[in-house]
Each structure stands twice: as C-alpha cells, then as structure tokens.
C-alpha cells in the first residue's frame, strides 16, 4: 500500500490511499522548473521561483526517484487551483483516472461525492459552467493521471459556491486550497468563517506565468495550445495557425480581464510587470450594459458581431476627407472612438449593435495600442493575450492580431491561447503540488 | 504707409506663409513635404522643418533682442500680407479662428479701408457670440500685440465643426474673396473643406499642418506672454487635488518636452527643438470619446453640461476599484486600493447599474478618458526620457477636474519624476 504525500509535514488524512508507482507517462510528463537562481530582475517587481521539483522532460523516466520525491510530497486529493478574479472565479480540478480499487474502496464519501458532482455535470448551480471543451485528458500530474477540468462561475457567486463548499464538507479533507486573484485576499476571511477552509493565497501574475508556460508544455498534441491568425484582416482568408512556443523568451504577456496587467516575460523566473489599463473587459461589458441593455458577455458579443462600429466613430477621414499622410493616419482609422456621437442626429441614427460595435472596437485598440508601445519599448515581438475577455471572441482576437501587425508594419506577432483564462487556475494547481 | 488690403499683386502663392524672419520674401518651406512620414500610433514621423528656415528667424535666441526686433519689423513690412489676418484650425468637433485686429490704425488707412473689410473687423470685434454657436473668448483676448510691425489685439473665437458651411456661407456674403488675401488653415477641415471654401466663396485655403502649426503657435504665444503674464502653469501638491494650487511658470528652455494635445483625438509628440519633433503616438479616446459617451449615457446636450455633471458625481459608483477586487491594496505591484482596476467595471451588476446616477456615470467617463490620456503619455515620457509634459487641447477648456487629474497622475505615477504643465490658450 503506497503511502500519501505530507507524512510528517503535514496532517495526513488516512483514509486516502495512493496508487502504486506507475510509469511515467511519455509526452504528457509535466514540466517543472529547476529551481531558480532566483535572482530579481532589474526594475519592478519580478517572481519568485517556482517550483524544487526536478525539471520533467518531455521523455519517458525511470519511475524511481523522481516518484519517490514526488510521493513524498503529494498532496491528498482533491486537487484544486483557484483563481478569485474581479469578475469570474476560474477552477481547475484535477479528475484522477488511475484510481485503483483499494483506493476507491478507501475513497472518503465526500471526496467521491465532489469528484462525482464535477464530472458528471457541466452546468453547476444557476451560473457555474464547466469548459469540456478545454478538458486536458491523461495528464500526468504528481505521478497520478488523470483529466483536468475547467470550470467557471461569476464572482458575484462566490457565496453560493462558499455554502455549497460547507455543505460538501470540504474542510474535513485537510486539503490545501491554493488560491489566487484578488479574490483570494478579499474573501479569505469569509472562505474561513463560511467554510472553514484555509486559503493559500498566490500572486495572480506569478500564477499567470506558471500556468502559461506549464500548459504550452503539456499540450503537445492538437489542438496546439498557442496559435495565430494569419490574414486576420481579410474574412475570407482569415485562419488560425498553430504555433509553437518552444522558445518563448522574451514575451510580453497581456492579461486582459476585468482590468489589463502587460507583463515582459524573460525567463520562467524573471519577469516584472511593465504596465497596466484600467480599460479592460470589464469596461467593455459594463459599457456594453449601460450602453444597450444586454445584461451577459455573450449578448454583448452577439450584439457587436452585427453593429457597425464606423457609425459611431469618428474616423480620420471625417476630419480630414482622406488620410491623414503627413503621419501615416489612413482615413479608415479612428481619429476619435464614439466621436460621432456628440451630435444628436447621428445619435439617433445608431443601432444597440452598432454600440456594442464600437465599445468593442475601442476597447480592444486601445489595448492593442498600449501594448504596442510596450512591445516597442522592451524591444520585444511575441506578444501573448490571454484572458477571458478573449474567450469566445474572436473578433477582438482578429483585431487585436491586425492591429499589431498593421501599425508595427509587421514586426510584432499577436499570439493567443486556448485555455485563455485558466492560466491563473493552473498555475495555483501547480503551486499545491510544487510549492516554491 | 500702412496696407490698405486692396492690392491684388500682394496675393501669395499657396504655400507661402509670411515669415517675421524673411529678410526677401522668399519663400521659406516651413517643413510640409520634407518628413518621412511616421507610421500611426507608434511610430514617428518627424518633422523636418530644420534646415530650411533662416538664421534670421524671429525666435533665434542668440540675436540681442532690440535688433531682432528691429528686423523683424523691417522685413514684415516688406512681407505684409493684406488685412484681414486671420488663423483658422478646422478640428473634428471645433473650429478655432484667430483674428488680429489693428489698432493702429490710421485715419488715412481708415479711410481707404474697403467697406467689407471694415464691416468685418466691426462684426468681430463688437460681438462675443456669433449666430447659435460662435464664441469669442474675451478673456484670452491679447492685447496691444505687435506682429509684423503692427499692433492690435489678438481675439480667439470658436464655433461647432458641423457650422462650417453657414462660416463659408458667412464669407461669400461678406464678399471676403475680394479681399485677395490668402486665408491660412489647418487642422483636417482643411483638407476636407478646401473644395467648398472654394465652390462657395471663392477662397482658396493655404493648408497647413496641425502639428506644425501647433508647436509653432504655443512657443509664439508663450514667448509674448499673456498680457504680461504667464501663459504656462502648473499645479502644486498635485496629490492633493483638492488643495492643489495653481502657479505659473514660463516654458524657458522648453525642449524636449512631450507635447499632448487633446482634441476629438490625442496626438502626442516629443519637440526637441522649435523645429524638431516626431509624432510619437496618439490614441482615439480623447475629448470626443468623453462628450460622445457622455450624450449617450447620460442625455447631455453640451460639453459644458457633461463636465457640470461630472463635478457633481462619484466615479468610484461606476467604476471597480483595486480594493473592490482586492478588498485592499494590491501590494505586489504597488496598486492602491483606491486605484481604478477596471472603469466601469460595476456597470455589469445590474443592481449597481439601477442604483448610479447619471452624475455618477459622466464622471466615470471623465476620469477613464482622462486617466488613461495621462497613462499613455506618462509611458511615452519614460520611453522618450522626457521630464515635462504639456497638455494642450479643447478638451482641457474649463475642464479643472481633468487638469488635476492630469497633473495627479503624471506626479504620482513617476514618483514626482514627470511634471504636468497646461497653457492658458489651449
């Protein structure tokens, strides 16, 4: 009977048996970092480094040592990272597929109970939602397998989710909850008095990079996880490219979620944040809700694919009949966003969708232009957006693609994600089983 | 001998513009055509106006002031071009003119003044509003000016983008084309009504650049001064808006400097010389973004009435702060919890949407236009190494809240490294 993680560290909870050793899976081997020299990097703040594990490569390793250290350390499960944002709380659960009959005989019911409710639904209460779509199946995770899941709810849920926590008895597990985001300070009192659960609270942008570079690695199949958009101005040509990440450094990494974090990414130890704007995806959902009275993202989304947002903005070529050539100001481009609407005839003549439009538009360029001039600036050219202010919208993602290509004159390449989101998520999950 | 406006041989080619420095009229390239043109929002298109003007140009600081003076008054005489003078910058929403009114006028010029002439310096003059929205802006009228050997008052007038065809209409039936005097205009207006200034009075534009002509007005204006006062200021304790004061200062040694003017749009330049700047970047969200969300959201009709209800509101009702997220401060990264996380970032509850007024939401818009404004700019003066950020632009006009703002940000952000500094004319 293999024995679980945290003996003598840590509270065990003997219910809770291991597997045996098991080969290591080829391929799907999780990639941790060495440990870091761990030195700062000049300017603002930069990460700690993560992870003392033993770096896994891509190939297939003799069990031994690596298992051993990785026993001795593994967490008991439920293995969760946590991702507390201003708008969305992102989940990942980790779904063990190799659980032997012992183990499960031995298996805690709640812990079964939790295992079950995630896997067997998709939707969770009135506004948790499951992303199957993202699931990573027969990862090798910590010497287990199994499929990691995605899961997402409002923030503005977080209560229910503390009572549903409660109800489940999730405390008696004596787990570790890794949490990060803002919402992992701001709720920590009520995770305890609620659901008397201890949070381990992770900086959100330390997470962020982990997760990123983590789930590049391991997805190596296809879908590839990083991609592009080659055309992304021409609609019948426009197509996603994969692309690889292998030799990422030096990034810049542009979080957009309620707000935009834009961070220079050197190593997987050294990065600092460069910039931020707090005209992000929450400005354009709420903008969008005032504006039109949707009341989702999705709606918003809908609502903008129809509009058209030159109505409403005041282009280079209302100002000036053409372009502007003494600076290279095309007469398509936007001299002033929502321009138009300062006079109550135009106002009249715009539709809900064409708002939508353009709150979009302006939203996204304005993003795009920030992070050109960081790009610029830190003299860098890989620019990866990740957040879920992309999620199922491949119009900004389009735009944000053209925008960086066009006004670099080609210099700059806009990269994307498919796990958008979650990287926060991951990187907290990592930080349970990896602590640095 | 004064200029009586009548003589059609003083008719100037196009691109003509009369230089205090030109000793012999010749043409003098005030720099359109010779920049490598800069490429949008990042990248720089400079201005290559160096080479091409004369050592005896009229701000040359070497030169003892008397006798460049003096020669400037020689060869402006040589080079005077008819009355009326006007300056005129066809915007996106604004028309701004500038008209120079002689008081030196003598009973002899008087007398041989055309009447449409003189009926349009009366009209000007005698009147602070023109038709529904024409607006002159007594108090930054400058006074007893000597330009070109001649004296007068400078009066800045200004009316609605949309009214220019009744401003055209305005000038065919004053008959101004008869007056043969080259109107010079910048600003995109010019370009896109140089036709129907043509077709419907007969005037043919100069044309030039609103960037060229920009720096060269705030360096003019600030060397004059402002009826003897200062043209430039700045505000102290810029992080306590509330007790912030404002001082004057003067633009000695002004270069470089990061020039950010924001009208419906913000272009943001580097000036390193009277004669050298680029166009670092601009961005779109500018004073036509906040009067556009403004009418929408809120239902006001004009910029003033925008800005009244701003004064009166609270962003933070609209807009998600760092601490709403946090329930703090975000350490790691020096974030305040006071700081704004995501603008508008509430509106997406509906019962925050239910619960904010319509103040509220016109200070929100305020704040995030003008926020990311200074953020933009601040990251141009780091990348650009400049200390001194002028902020010019209508939409600074009465807007005392953005200028705090602005000031609050560029001071707080660096540190106390970068300096906010505004001019009275804008």
């Not at chain 1, 958009?229 to 197509?239: I, L």
């Not at chain 2, 001082?247 to 009277?274: E, Q, R, T, W």
Request: hydrophobic share 35%; aromatic share 8%.
């Amino acid at each position: 009977m293999a024995l679980n993680g945290h003996r003598g560290d840590i509270e065990v909870n003997n219910d809770e048996d291991e597997t045996p050793t098991k080969p290591l899976r080829s391929a799907r081997e999780e990639m941790t970092p060495d440990d870091p020299a761990d030195e700062p990097a000049g300017g603002t703040a930069t990460t700690g480094g993560p992870g003392a594990s033993a770096r896994g490569a891509s190939l297939h390793r003799p069990g031994t040592t690596r298992s051993d250290s990785l026993r001795r350390s593994r967490p008991p499960f439920p293995w969760f990272g946590m991702d507390i944002g201003g708008t969305l709380v992102k989940l990942v659960y980790f779904e063990p597929k190799d659980i032997t009959a012992e183990e499960e005989q031995e298996e805690v019911e709640n812990l079964k109970s939790i295992r079950r409710y995630l896997t067997s639904n998709t939707a969770y209460g009135q506004t948790g939602i499951r992303d199957v779509y993202l699931e990573l199946k027969d990862l090798s995770l910590c010497g287990r397998t199994g499929n990691l899941h995605f899961i997402r709810f409002p923030t503005y849920d977080l209560p229910a989710f503390l009572q549903m926590v409660r109800n489940k008895h999730f405390s008696s597990l004596h787990t570790a909850l890794c949490a990060t985001g803002g919402g992992a300070y701001k709720f920590e009192t009520d995770f305890r008095t609620m659901a008397d659960l201890q949070l381990q609270k992770l900086d959100e942008l330390d997470c962020l990079i982990r997760g990123v570079l983590f789930t590049e690695s391991v997805v190596v199949s296809d879908p590839s996880e990083c991609y592009y958009f080659e055309n992304p101005s021409d609609p019948e040509r426009c197509e996603q490219k994969p692309y690889g990440l292998q030799d990422p450094y030096p990034l810049l990494l542009v979080n957009i979620g309620s707000g935009v974090s834009i961070m220079a990414v050197y190593s997987e130890t050294d990065y600092k944040r460069v910039t931020g704007t707090s005209l992000g995806g929450g400005t354009f959902l709420g903008l969008c809700c005032l504006l039109t009275g949707c009341s989702t993202f999705e709606e918003a989304l809908e609502m903008a694919s129809e509009g058209e947002s030159t109505r409403v903005d005041k282009l280079v070529r209302d100002i000036y009949g053409g372009d502007y050539e003494r600076f290279g100001l095309p007469g398509w481009a936007v001299a002033s966003s929502f321009g138009n609407m300062l006079t109550s005839e135009k106002r009249e003549g715009v539709s809900k969708a064409d708002l939508a439009r353009a709150t979009l538009v302006t939203i996204t360029n304005n993003i795009g232009s920030i992070t050109r001039m960081c790009a610029l600036n830190e003299n860098i050219n890989k620019v990866v957006f990740v957040g879920n202010f992309l999620r199922v919208n491949t119009l900004s993602m389009k735009l944000l693609a053209y925008a960086m290509d066009y006004w670099s004159k080609g210099q700059l390449k806009a990269l994307f994600l498919r796990h958008e989101g979650y990287f926060g998520a991951v990187g907290a999950l990592l930080e349970l089983l990896h602590p640095s | 001998m004064a200029d009586n406006g009548r003589s059609p041989e003083q008719k100037r080619p196009c691109h003509h513009v009369p230089q205090p420095g030109d000793v012999n009229g010749s043409t003098v390239d005030t720099g359109c055509g010779t920049v490598d043109s800069g490429c949008g929002t990042g990248d720089s298109g400079s201005s290559g106006a160096g080479g091409s003007r004369s050592s005896s140009e009229c701000f040359d600081e070497e030169e003892p002031k008397l006798s460049r003076v003096r020669r400037r008054a020689d060869s402006c005489r040589k080079n005077r071009p008819p009355f009326p003078w006007f300056g005129m910058d066809i915007g996106g929403t604004l028309v701004k003119l500038v008209y120079f009114e002689p008081v030196d006028v003598t009973a002899e010029e008087e007398q041989e003044e055309v009447d449409n002439l003189k009926s349009i310096r009366k009209y000007l003059t005698s009147n602070v509003a023109y038709g529904d929205s024409g607006i002159r802006d007594v108090h930054l009228e400058l006074r007893k000016l000597t330009i070109c050997g001649r004296t007068g008052n400078l009066h800045f007038i200004r009316f609605p983008t949309q009214d220019m065809l009744g401003f055209i209409q305005m000038g065919q039936d004053k008959n101004f084309s008869s007056l043969h005097t080259s109107l010079c205009a910048t600003g995109g207006g010019a370009f896109k009504f140089e036709q129907d200034f043509a077709t419907m009075a007969g005037l043919e534009l100069c044309k030039l650049d609103e960037l060229d002509c920009l720096i060269r007005g705030l360096l003019y204006v600030d060397s004059v001064g402002f009826n003897g006062l200062p043209e430039c200021f700045y505000f102290q304790n810029p992080s306590d808006p509330d007790h912030s004061t404002k001082h004057s200062c003067s633009l000695d040694n002004p270069f470089p400097m990061l020039l950010v003017n924001i009208g419906s749009g913000v272009s943001i330049l580097a000036v390193y010389s009277k004669d050298h700047y680029k166009r670092v970047t601009g961005t779109s969200l500018g004073g036509g973004t906040f009067l556009g969300l403004c009418s929408l959201l809120t239902g006001c009709q004009s910029f003033e009435e925008a800005l009244e209800m701003a004064a009166k509101g609270d962003s933070t009702n609209a807009d998600k702060l760092v601490r709403d997220i946090y329930g703090g401060d975000y350490e790691r990264f020096g974030l305040q919890g006071a700081a704004v996380a995501s603008s508008f970032g509430h509106m997406m509850c509906k019962e925050k949407r239910e619960s904010v007024s319509k103040e509220d939401l016109a200070r929100a818009t305020l704040v995030t236009i003008t926020n990311n404004i200074g953020s933009i700019a601040r990251m141009c003066a780091v990348n650009e190494k400049i200390e001194r950020v002028v902020f010019v632009g209508n939409f600074l006009r009465i807007n005392t809240v953005s200028t705090k703002l602005l000031s609050y940000a560029m001071d707080f952000w660096s540190n106390g490294q970068l300096r906010a500094l505004f001019l009275e004319h804008e």
